[in-house]
């Protein structure tokens, strides 16, 4: 009877030891995982943030080197200040050569074609945006359409452009300011012409850049 008993106790002894081993043994485990994954998530976040922080950094640039610049840097030696005459653009479709001013306030409106500030500047890549009256500079631009051509002078050279679209978009839309990939000179006025007060449309022509002539 005694015997049995022990052999029982022994049992009972032996089966808690394993049941511990094994307890341990999982929080082991699971500890050490669980450093492991928060050790390599650290590692990620910090190689991700490195790169980060690396891609941001200015390319250090030896003494005799200069700052590479891009196409368009080059053409203006410096913008035009507010309200001032920067350049021409004639239309040879209407024979009509009218003054460019930087900005599209009433006063540079008032006075000719006004260039959006926002934009760059004609002949440089991206989108160049001249605005104006339809009852002044602008009143006879819905004879000009698409093949027609647009000459913009300034002082970086003479840029000639060649309307690809016409577009009659709402006051509101401002898809015709967005960028562009290669030199785009976008004219834009109220529509209807014939509109009495303010005119809810924008008659635009999109044109691109055919010809370059920066020696004049």
């Known amino acids: ?5 022990k ?24 500890t050490n995982s669980y450093k492991f994954l928060k050790g390599y998530f650290l590692f990620k976040t910090g190689e991700a943030a490195t790169e ?11 003494v005799e080197e200069e700052p590479v610049k891009k196409e ?4 203006y030696i410096e913008r035009p200040e507010e309200g001032e005459e920067f350049g021409n653009l004639y239309i040879p479709k209407l024979e009509a050569n009218l003054p460019i ?8 409106l008032e006075k000719g074609v006004g260039h959006f500030a926002g934009s760059v500047l004609p002949g440089e890549r ?21 093949g027609d051509l647009l000459v913009v002078t300034t002082s970086a050279g003479e840029f000639t452009y060649k309307v690809r679209k016409v ?6 839309d401002r898809s015709i300011i967005v960028p562009r990939p290669r030199p785009t000179l976008t004219v834009t006025t109220c529509y209807p012409f014939n509109f009495i ?8 022509l999109i044109a691109d850049l055919i010809e370059s002539n920066t020696e004049i």
């Open 101 to 108: 001013f930087h900005g599209t306030d009433e006063d540079e």
């Open 72 to 75: 368009s840097d080059s053409l």
């Open 197 to 204: 007060g303010d005119a809810p449309d924008r008659y635009i």
């Open 52 to 62: 980060t922080v690396a891609s941001s950094q200015p390319k250090p640039q030896s």
């Open 126 to 146: 991206d989108n160049s945006v001249l605005s104006g009256h339809r009852d002044t500079v602008f009143r006879k631009l819905g004879e000009v359409g698409k």
């Open 167 to 172: 577009k009659i978009v709402n006051a509101d």
């Open 1 to 5: 009877m005694r015997k049995k008993q």
């Open 7 to 30: 052999r029982r106790t022994g049992r009972l002894v032996l089966l808690s030891l394993a049941i511990s081993f094994v307890v341990f043994g999982l929080w082991f485990s699971g």
